[in-house]
């Protein structure tokens, strides 16, 4: 977790950044072309990219949340460091606060029609907001979106990880 070999991931680029923020995804090779076509579906409805803030996130990366989240007082918006969906790259951050071609911010959070359109939508494509991150869930997070089924996954990077060291 957080140390996942870069040829275990893949990158998608094209963000609109001018309008929505967002930067480059990174996820399992193994989930990529779902998230694509998720992405794909979400631009289909809203004419516009899906802003993602946040994707694979490396050990290190996993630290610097969790402390600036502690620091916040908001320490269950960060996963314990190595425990993360992001450090296996499964799970993805959208930014929730719509920056519009205006320059106005549109409606976000659970109420907004990102979320409400991704929760659901987003199972198709095998991606799911988790029951502790929707709205009254142990920390809720609209943001936070990750693959269903992540043990599963998880058993076989595990094994891939394995085989390419020996």
Same mark, same amino acid.
């Given at each position: 977790?957080?140390?996942?070999?870069?040829?275990?991931?893949?990158?998608?680029? #094209?963000?609109?950044?001018e309008?929505?923020?967002? &930067?480059?995804?990174?996820?399992?090779?193994?989930?990529?072309d779902?998230?694509?076509?998720? =992405?794909?579906?979400?631009?289909?409805?809203?004419?516009?990219?899906?802003p993602?803030? @946040?994707?694979?996130?490396?050990?290190?990366?996993?630290?610097?949340?969790?402390e600036?989240?502690?620091?916040?007082?908001? !320490?269950?918006?960060?996963? /314990?460091?190595?425990?993360? %969906?992001?450090?296996?790259?499964?799970?993805?951050?959208?930014?929730? %606060?719509?920056?519009?071609? @205006? &320059? /106005?911010? #549109?409606? &976000?959070?659970?109420?907004?029609?990102?979320?409400?359109?991704?929760?659901?939508?987003? !199972?198709?494509?095998?991606?799911?907001?988790?029951?502790?991150?929707?709205?009254?869930?142990?920390? !809720? *997070? =609209?943001?936070h979106? *990750?693959?269903?089924? /992540?043990?599963?996954?998880?058993?076989?990077?595990?094994?891939?990880?394995?085989? *390419? =060291?020996e």
């Open positions: 977790n957080g140390n996942i070999p870069v040829t275990f991931l893949k990158k998608w680029k #094209g963000q609109d950044k309008i929505l923020g967002g &930067g480059d995804v990174l996820l399992l090779v193994d989930i990529f779902n998230f694509l076509l998720l =992405a794909q579906d979400f631009k289909n409805h809203f004419g516009y990219n899906l993602v803030t @946040d994707s694979y996130r490396s050990y290190q990366e996993q630290v610097v949340v969790k600036k989240k502690t620091r916040q007082g908001k !320490p269950k918006q960060a996963a /314990t460091p190595g425990t993360s %969906k992001h450090g296996w790259g499964l799970a993805f951050d959208y930014n929730t %606060k719509r920056k519009l071609k @205006d &320059g /106005t911010y #549109g409606d &976000g959070g659970h109420s907004g029609a990102h979320y409400k359109w991704l929760f659901a939508n987003a !199972p198709k494509r095998g991606f799911h907001s988790p029951p502790w991150a929707q709205k009254g869930g142990s920390s !809720p *997070e =609209a943001w979106f *990750e693959w269903i089924k /992540t043990d599963e996954i998880i058993k076989i990077q595990k094994k891939k990880v394995k085989n *390419e =060291a």
